[in-house]
């Protein structure tokens, strides 16, 4: 069954499933150590004759974005900021098939409010500093990319997909019975145009490689051997554009979306951690976690 067909069956599913009360969690069927490994989630290769960095996505199984991978992402990302020699940033996942498949699912999952609103200050902090980053930045999407994972790739300046038909990228949040936030929907906008965004956020749509160009939710295919080499080669267009009035023009643009989170920051993680903590939102995570394992079986 594919993921999409196995979602519309959660709302039958959730009538069967046990109830528990706001803020407590429920038996863990899940295990919750996957992404608790001491390994490095992040590996980061610069060149510093041209100026660009490769950042390889390596938390297995899937790139989910955890408290951990973000910190680890954030840090990364604000050394090479630091660097006046690092002009351009390629993003790209060393799992095969997944870019990143979003927020890690089991951070929002039967966890205290102080730990989600953590979590949630970590989201926004990755989304802060990539949106507003100084350097040039390539999303190399060699697979799936649902969700956070689209949102990270919405984030960048470009975004060259594998031609991969069987890889999906969207926000596909509704289909998990939460709502993307204002800024992930601002991102989208921003980048495909409100109607498309509209339609794609109320239905959860995850496009497939070819739909996703003609949306203008990516901005170039290419075979999946070659995708660093494309990226590469944009990199070389863009870097060819004196920085200073490229980072102006940048910023000019971005800056509106950007400020409307940074201005409601706290809010934005308080109606997080309300939203989440619902009991009728956990039992749709917990639904959607078990459909996640069936779908092995
Ligand atoms: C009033 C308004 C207020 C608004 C307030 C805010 C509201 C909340 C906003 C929250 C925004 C959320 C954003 C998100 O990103 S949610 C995450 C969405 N992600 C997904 O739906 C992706 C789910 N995963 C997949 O579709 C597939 O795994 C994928 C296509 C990525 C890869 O498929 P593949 O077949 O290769 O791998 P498996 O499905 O077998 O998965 C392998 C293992 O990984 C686990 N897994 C997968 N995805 C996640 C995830 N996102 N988090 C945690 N774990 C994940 C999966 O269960 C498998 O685990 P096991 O190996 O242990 O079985």
């Known amino acids: 069954m594919s993921l999409r067909a196995a979602t519309r069956v959660t709302r039958s599913l959730s009538g069967l499933l046990p109830r528990w009360g706001h803020g407590q969690a429920p038996p863990l069927l899940f295990s919750q150590?996957?992404?608790?490994?001491?390994?490095?989630?992040?590996?980061?290769?610069?060149?510093?004759?041209?100026?660009?960095?490769?950042?390889?996505?390596?938390?297995?199984?899937?790139?989910?974005?955890?408290?951990?991978?973000?910190?680890?992402?954030?840090?990364?990302l604000e050394k090479l900021e630091m660097d006046k020699g690092c002009r351009?940033?390629?993003?790209?996942?060393?799992?095969?098939?997944?870019?990143?498949?979003?927020?890690?699912?089991?951070?929002?999952?039967?966890?205290?409010?102080?730990?989600?609103?953590?979590?949630?200050?970590?989201?926004?902090?990755?989304?802060?500093?990539?949106?507003?980053?100084?350097?040039?930045?390539?999303?190399?999407i060699n697979g799936s990319s649902p969700a956070g994972g689209c949102l990270m790739a919405l984030t960048c300046d470009y975004r060259i997909m594998?031609?991969?038909?069987?890889?999906?990228?969207?926000?596909?949040?509704?289909?998990?019975g939460i709502v993307a936030p204002f800024w992930f929907k601002d991102t989208m906008a921003n980048t495909v145009g409100h109607r498309t965004t509209e339609m794609a956020l109320q239905l959860g749509l995850l496009y497939d490689p070819s739909e996703a160009l003609n949306v203008g939710l990516v901005d170039q295919l290419v075979p999946e051997d070659q995708i660093l080499s494309a990226a590469t080669q944009t990199m070389t267009k863009w870097l060819a554009i004196p920085d200073h009035a490229r980072q102006i023009t940048k910023s000019m643009m971005r800056k509106p979306t950007i400020d409307r989170l940074t201005s409601n920051r706290e809010a934005d993680i308080q109606n997080f951690v309300n939203f989440i903590t619902k009991d009728s939102i956990q039992k749709s995570l917990r639904a959607y976690l078990e459909i996640l394992k069936k779908k092995k079986t």
């Open 33 to 76: 150590q996957r992404n608790n490994s001491t390994s490095p989630k992040i590996r980061v290769e610069f060149n510093p004759t041209s100026g660009v960095a490769v950042m390889h996505m390596q938390s297995p199984p899937v790139n989910s974005l955890s408290l951990d991978f973000l910190t680890e992402f954030c840090i990364g």
């Open 88 to 140: 351009g940033l390629i993003i790209t996942s060393s799992q095969p098939k997944v870019f990143s498949a979003g927020l890690d699912i089991l951070e929002m999952y039967g966890k205290s409010p102080e730990r989600c609103g953590e979590f949630w200050k970590a989201v926004q902090e990755m989304w802060l500093k990539l949106y507003g980053s100084d350097m040039i930045t390539i999303a190399a």
């Open 162 to 176: 594998a031609d991969q038909p069987r890889y999906t990228i969207g926000l596909n949040e509704t289909l998990l």
